[in-house]
Structure formats: structure tokens, C-alpha cells
């Protein structure tokens, strides 16, 4: 968390997720109460030194050693939380004052404060110790979300691989050299890291499923989960099988060093100065794609997790939960912890840091690895990353996408700036406009089928193409039926070349209302004001343009409102989405 952050967070004001604290010389009295109800709730963000109004009054320098000591210290002790929970305070200089932030996470446990059990409820932590019908709700919810938490009695510490646990001291230590767990004995290290639990329910207690993961033999995790393995596949020269291959059934921390290893192997390393201190730019980007693999994994899946290499990116599909559906944008995201307790242990160790700093921080170091590049990640089941390794983008066939829809002059360098932003598969032969137009046509085609809130009457498919204007639609009595998962290429592109100009008017493949939808995606690539949509696309009704168009796309996710909270704003511009980049450029949603 830097300063920026911290900004935004005192403008967003006081909510479910972040609480202001004054703290001058001392830890305010109700400060566990707010960290036991995050822990239940969402998660958030305190911050200390910024009064209930959003302003700052600053901690007493003198004083801000001694409050971070008592902090940690006593939010890891089970006379003040229990089961305690890991808390490492930020110190941000801040112009008007220091500032600590502590970022609390979604807890899989229930934790209580002197005996009593909060919750977040809009701005208030609400007391919930004596309401036993939230108390049950709590219970319900905890043992539903997180599969990490299921008790196995029957695990013993002879399960485990013990000289891991030196190997995992080593690190910490070298993290951070007075962690309260390096004095602690294998057993009790495990039980401060909530891997031993006490089902209050149901009396049952024991080591954890995230215990026997991060410290178990092998023959124990194959034990408990049969189907659990990660793949790394190397797949440049051989396309059809792979060049080299590693396949892990370990526990996850020789997992995450071995991983580690593999790609250290096949990618080059690259150094940037980021002030005075050297970065290496490969270490900060996969060090998070591995540990983000690793920590939020759903382990009860029986679908492998996979991690593939290849010439242009390296391609992530993680076993998932997903909380929604869809790719993910980093400026508005809300991260949800998936494995809290493994999370936490990785902490400790050094490889992960807040949850969604993964996303944030390979959104912003990737760029400088490979220029200009960004990541994509689509919260689904699977999970699926991609790293990019060439970057290219629409902006290299703008002049073709400007002539191909007919706009007119003035809208060129609005669409050159906006597709500047919006990447095309990695697959495509970029250099080629037919043979991105062809990509474009077949997964507008297939992606379109998929979404029904924009159906129209004559075509179940957004952006279908019209088989009346397309001579030899049917070839060889094969039909050529878009609502198959399967599309043959070669016979898409044989008739649709057929079509005179086919790859410079869009007019003669689309019907109308498909070619006025992509229109508007290609547009708002960069944001636009209605009224210069209208004049650009030579449409006059502006009641049944945001009737037929801008309202399905920005209900279906495609486009939004740059302001969002006044969307009668006079300044009201409308923009693509991660979603709908993503769609305009043929790339999977």
C-alpha cells in the first residue's frame, strides 16, 4: 500500500471496509473490536491517524515504534484475539502526518475479542456474542467458503514432513527477524497459523486440510486429496505435446520453490531501478502469478492446476470458487481471500504480501518486463491468468478499422488512441488485417451466441454473420451452424472471401444492429460523450440508441459510465470495460 492508495481510501471515507482511528501516542481502546469484525465480515482497512471526519491528524513519530510493536504483538496473542491473527503494520508519510494502515483479511475462523464476537455492519462492529442466530449464520457462512479449514482428527504431526519446518523458520527469519513464530515449537507455530482448529460446534479438533497441504509428506496429501496436482508445461518447439514438463503432487512450499525454478529456467531475467534499489523485474512479476496459484487454488477440486510456457505468454488455469464471473479490473476490483490461512503462511514466508497486491503488483511491474504490456485475469472456474511475453495491440489496424466501418476523418485519432489500449490475441498474425478481421468475425460469432442479454430477434448471436449476404453459405452440404461450439475456419474464410471487399465494408457481412454495436465497442475504446458518438456513427435517435445499444452493453458489462454516480451528468462520457476489451479483440471472456 503506498500514498496513492491511502488517498484514495481517505476520499472513499469512512464504510463496510476501511475505519478511520485517531492515535497519537497509543493503540485506540476499540481498535481489536474493528480487527475482529473485518476478520467475519469482508475484510478492510484501518487507518490510524485519520479522524472519523477523513482528516489527517498524524501519530507522534516518537511514539509510532512502540505503537507498531504493541500492535503486533498483541493482535498475535490469544489473550487479546483468539485465535490470533497475523497483522504486519504499514508506516505511510503522509504530507499531513504519519499514518500506520493495517489491512485485515477475510478470517476462515471465528475470532473473538475479551470473549466477544463482532461483525461489520456498514460503518459499526456490532456485538453479536449473545445472538445466537447470527452467531449460527457466522458458522454456516465460515464452514461453506473455505475448504482449507476442514479438520481431519486424525492427522498427526508424524504426517508431516518435519524438516520443512526448519526450512520454513529460515525464511521467515529472513523475512523478518523477530516474527512471534520463530520462537514457537512445531505443534504450537501451527496453531497460531489457525492450522490446527477447534470446531466449537461439534467439539472436533484437529490439524487442517492447509496444515497437511503446507507441511504434508506427499503419501499424506495423496492420501486426502487423490486428484490434487500442479503442471508446468514448457510448450515453444513441440505444440502438440510439450518441450519439458514438471509435475508436482508436493506439499506447497517445495511446490512454490520448484515452480520458481521452472520458470527462472525458460524466461529471461530483466533488472529495473526503482529508486535507489534494483528490481529484478522476473522475481516481483512470477513470484506473484506462482504464489497467487498456489494461495488461491480451490484443493478440493478434482481438476489439476496448470501453468503453460509458451513463445508469446505464459497461461494460467487455476481449480476456482469464483465469487463472479468475469475478467477482473484492477482499478475497481474488490479482492476475496479463496485460502486465508494459506495466504497467511505465505506471508510469513515472504513470497505473498495483501491480498490483491498479486494482480496490482503484476499489473504494475509487467509493463516494464515486457513494454506496454498488461496482464488478463478472469475470475471463473478455472481461474485463468495470462502474462503476455509479445505485446500487440488493434492500434497497428486502426487505419483498416476506421475504413472498414466508414467513419469519418475526425475519428481516426480518437480510435488510434483508444485501440492503443485494447490487446489482440496472442495467436493472431497481428501484421495481417484479413486474417484478424476473419479471428474477429468467428469469435464476435461464438462469444456473441453466449451472451443472452443482447438477443436479437433474427439471430441468437450478437454479432452474426448474415448468411443472406454471404454467397455459398452452405459448401459441400455442410451447414455452417454458429450456435455449435465448433467453427471451421477454412470454410468461414473460403466464403466470406467471396464477398466483394468483405475485409473493407463491414456492411456487406454484418446485418445493421451488429454493425452499429461495433461501432460503439470500437468507439468507446476511449471515452466518449453520446452526442459525438451519434454525429461520428451518423445516428439521430438518441432515445433508441441508448434503448438498443449503450443500455444492453453497459448492462451486460461490456461498457460503462465514466461517472458513474450521475448518470444524467451533462460530463458524461461512456467507455469500454476489461470486458469489453477483451470481447472487441476476440479474446476469451
Not at 526448519?166 to 505443534?187: E, G, M, Q, V, Y
Not at 514438463?245 to 531475467?269: A, G, H, M, Q, W
Request: net charge neutral; charged share 25%.
Amino acid at each position: 500500500m503506498d500514498l496513492e492508495q491511502v488517498n484514495q481510501l481517505i476520499q472513499s471515507g469512512e464504510g463496510m471496509l476501511i475505519e478511520f482511528k485517531e492515535a497519537k501516542d497509543s493503540v485506540p481502546n476499540d481498535l481489536y473490536e474493528t480487527v475482529v469484525s473485518f476478520s467475519h465480515t469482508d475484510g478492510g482497512t484501518i487507518l490510524l491517524g485519520v479522524n472519523d471526519e477523513g482528516f489527517v491528524t498524524g501519530i507522534n513519530p516518537e511514539a509510532i515504534k512502540n505503537i507498531k510493536h504493541n500492535l503486533v504483538t498483541t493482535i498475535n496473542s490469544s489473550d487479546c484475539i483468539n485465535p490470533p491473527l497475523l497483522v504486519d503494520p504499514l508506516t505511510i508519510q503522509h504530507p499531513e502526518g504519519l499514518i500506520l494502515a493495517l489491512q485485515i483479511q477475510e478470517s476462515s475462523q471465528i475470532h473473538d475479542h475479551a470473549k466477544s464476537v463482532f461483525i461489520r455492519v456498514f460503518e459499526s462492529d456490532i456485538d453479536i456474542t449473545r445472538n445466537q442466530q447470527k452467531l449460527a449464520d457466522l458458522y454456516l457462512k465460515k464452514s461453506n467458503s473455505f475448504t482449507e479449514t476442514t479438520i481431519y482428527p486424525y492427522l498427526s504431526t508424524s504426517d508431516f514432513n518435519n524438516s520443512l519446518f526448519d526450512t520454513a523458520r529460515n525464511l521467515i527469519k529472513s523475512h523478518k527477524s523477530d516474527h512471534p513464530w520463530l520462537t514457537l515449537s512445531n505443534t504450537e507455530m501451527l496453531k497460531s497459523a489457525c492450522l490446527w482448529l477447534k470446531n466449537p460446534k461439534t467439539g472436533e479438533e484437529g490439524f487442517t486440510l492447509a496444515s497437511a497441504l503446507l507441511f504434508g509428506k506427499e503419501s499424506t496429501i495423496q492420501s486426502i486429496l487423490p486428484a490434487y496436482k500442479i503442471d508446468a508445461i514448457l510448450r515453444i518447439k513441440d505444440k502438440d505435446r510439450w518441450d519439458d514438463r514438471l509435475v508436482l503432487r508436493k506439499n506447497l512450499i517445495e511446490s512454490y520453490l520448484e515452480l520458481k525454478k521452472f520458470i527462472d529456467r525458460y524466461l529471461p531475467d530483466k533488472f529495473h531501478l526503482e529508486g535507489d534499489q534494483r528490481i529484478d523485474l522476473r522475481d516481483k512479476i512470477f513470484r506473484e502469478v506462482v504464489a497467487n496459484m498456489i494461495i488461491h487454488r480451490e484443493y478440493t477440486s478434482l481438476i489439476p492446476s496448470v501453468i503453460t510456457i509458451t513463445e508469446t505468454a505464459v497461461n494460467i488455469s487455476n481449480p476456482n470458487i469464483p465469487k463472479f464471473h468475469g475478467p477482473i479490473d484492477v482499478n475497481s476490483f474488490t479482492p476475496n481471500p479463496k485460502n486465508p490461512n494459506i495466504r497467511k503462511f505465505f506471508m510469513a514466508l515472504g513470497w505473498a504480501d495483501e491480498i490483491g497486491s498479486g494482480i496490482r503488483y503484476t499489473h504494475k511491474y509487467l509493463p516494464l518486463y515486457i513494454p506496454n504490456a498488461k496482464p488478463t485475469f478472469i475470475e471463473d472456474d478455472p481461474f485463468v491468468s495470462s502474462i503476455p511475453l509479445i505485446w500487440k495491440t488493434m492500434e497497428i489496424h486502426a487505419l483498416s478499422f476506421h475504413k472498414w466501418l466508414d467513419l469519418p476523418n475526425d475519428a481516426l485519432h480518437h480510435i488510434q488512441k483508444g485501440l492503443s489500449s485494447v490487446a489482440l490475441p496472442n495467436d493472431v498474425n497481428a501484421e495481417s488485417w484479413q486474417d484478424t478481421l476473419l479471428h474477429l468475425f468467428i469469435h464476435w460469432t461464438k462469444l456473441g451466441s453466449q451472451i443472452d442479454t443482447l438477443r436479437w430477434s433474427t439471430n441468437k448471436a450478437i454479432l452474426g454473420i448474415s448468411k443472406k449476404k454471404v454467397p455459398s453459405w452452405d459448401q459441400k452440404g455442410t451447414k455452417l451452424d454458429f450456435d455449435k461450439p465448433f467453427i471451421d475456419e477454412a470454410q468461414i474464410f473460403e466464403s466470406i472471401k467471396k464477398v466483394p471487399s468483405w475485409d473493407q465494408k463491414g456492411t456487406n457481412l454484418l446485418p445493421k444492429r451488429s454493425l452499429l454495436l461495433i461501432n460503439i465497442l470500437v468507439l468507446t475504446s476511449e471515452p466518449i460523450k453520446v452526442k459525438l458518438l451519434m454525429e461520428w456513427m451518423s445516428y439521430e435517435k438518441r432515445r433508441t440508441l441508448m434503448d438498443l445499444y449503450l443500455n444492453p452493453l453497459l448492462k451486460v458489462g461490456f461498457v460503462s459510465r465514466t461517472i458513474k454516480e450521475k448518470p444524467n451528468d451533462p460530463n458524461q462520457q461512456y467507455v469500454l470495460t476489461e470486458a469489453g476489451r477483451l470481447f472487441i479483440a476476440g479474446r476469451n471472456i
